[in-house]
């Protein structure tokens, strides 16, 4: 989508775009990226790596809604994304379907999310700690596309630095949320606390919930194709990605597994609200915060059909209809307005249909 045109779409035509033109690039490079895993040396992490691609292929199709944002490439942009995305949903089966609750091991992971985001950085032994490792050069094919499609940005040295900060986030996330139940909570809470302010307007697992998003990073990459990006421009969007949009995408995603967490005995940070009604109200927060700030940003309305799309595509789950949650579900698209409810419809058709 080129610049100009941004002034005319709507969020239709968007979805439209979304589902006839980004959807079979993300299938194609899911299916290379399924083959190479299938060339494992150990079977654990071959399985692990084929049940991230199986069963999470979603992350995928969502955060290639920027390949949309004006003047990107989309090919370009889908691969890169893709490539990031798929390097989370494996090592998130690593460190929590393996039986392994080993910090050092989860932290040494996660420096693959980091060092995707540094062009210029050699590669660690990712599994240094890690009890199994032979995956053929898997992750480390993973992060060295992720760097290579980095290098020829016009703007990236401009966002390089808040890009990092958000993967180093989310490696902090996931090293303290996989470890034993006993000592998780704790950890998390001193990690936090470091990074909260006493008068903050979110909670501890709101600001967890934040860091587990890579949305924010995928929006960075989109505008340093800008060759005249400012570094004002680069702060207002990650005020605005981190906490709110970047906060709503994984509340929502907590949201709806609330049930299956709770018979599971994984952690949920929904769960940590006292009763139903504040939960509404903090994902409504969470919403109209996403939605104002979004107005500070250069083309405001595809990063509120970005929010709107978040809202439509969980709700839309059928996880959202168990009797639990199923009337906050009501409430918030009938609270979010006729946007929301035209793309919650859509969404619900292409479930139907197992397009999404």
């Given at each position: 989508?080129?610049?100009?045109?941004?002034?005319?779409?709507?969020?239709?035509?968007?979805?439209?775009?979304?589902?006839?033109?980004?959807?079979?690039?993300?299938?194609?490079?899911?299916?290379?990226?399924?083959?190479?895993?299938?060339?494992?040396?150990?079977?654990?992490?071959?399985q692990q790596a084929l049940e991230s691609i199986r069963w999470k292929a979603f992350h995928c199709q969502g955060g290639s809604i920027y390949a949309l944002y004006p003047?990107?490439?989309?090919?370009?942009?889908?691969?890169?994304?893709?490539?990031?995305?798929?390097?989370?949903?494996?090592?998130?089966?690593?460190?929590?379907?393996?039986?392994?609750?080993?910090e050092k091991a989860f932290a040494q992971l996660h420096l693959a999310m980091q060092e995707a985001l540094n062009p210029e950085a050699d590669l660690s032994d990712y599994y240094l700690y890690y009890p199994y490792r032979e995956d053929g050069g898997y992750l480390k094919n993973l992060v060295q596309t992720c760097q290579e499609s980095l290098r020829n940005l016009p703007s990236y040295q401009t966002v390089q630095g808040?890009?990092?900060?958000?993967?180093?986030?989310?490696?902090?996330?996931?090293?303290?949320?996989?470890?034993?139940?006993?000592?998780?909570?704790?950890?998390?809470?001193?990690?936090?606390?470091?990074?909260?302010?006493?008068?903050?307007?979110?909670t501890i697992w709101e600001f967890a919930a934040a860091s587990g998003s890579t949305l924010g990073i995928f929006c960075l990459f989109s505008v340093a194709h800008d060759p005249k990006l400012a570094l004002k421009q680069v702060e207002t969007i990650s005020q605005t990605y981190f906490p709110w949009i970047c906060g709503l995408?994984?509340?929502?995603?907590?949201?709806?597994?609330?049930?299956?967490?709770?018979?599971?005995?994984?952690?949920n940070f929904v769960a940590y609200y006292e009763n139903p009604e504040i939960v509404f109200k903090r994902l409504q927060l969470f919403v109209e915060n996403s939605l104002k700030q979004a107005e500070r940003l250069e083309y405001a309305k595809f990063h509120q059909v970005v929010v709107q799309g978040l809202l439509a595509m969980y709700l839309s789950d059928e996880k959202s209809m168990n009797g639990e949650i199923r009337s906050i579900v009501k409430r918030l698209i009938e609270k979010c307005g006729i946007g929301v409810k035209l793309l919650y419809w859509v969404c619900r058709q292409l479930r139907k249909r197992k397009i999404i």
């Open positions: 989508m080129n610049r100009s045109s941004l002034r005319t779409y709507n969020s239709i035509k968007l979805i439209y775009l979304f589902v006839a033109k980004v959807f079979p690039i993300v299938k194609r490079e899911l299916n290379e990226w399924r083959q190479k895993a299938r060339e494992a040396p150990d079977a654990r992490l071959c003047g990107v490439p989309r090919e370009a942009t889908i691969r890169f994304i893709v490539a990031y995305q798929t390097m989370s949903d494996y090592l998130d089966n690593l460190v929590d379907s393996l039986e392994v609750q080993d808040e890009a990092i900060k958000l993967a180093e986030l989310y490696a902090s996330l996931q090293t303290y949320k996989h470890l034993a139940v006993s000592e998780r909570e704790g950890k998390m809470v001193d990690w936090i606390t470091t990074h909260l302010a006493a008068d903050s307007e979110i995408h994984i509340l929502l995603d907590y949201f709806i597994d609330l049930r299956e967490d709770r018979e599971t005995n994984q952690l």
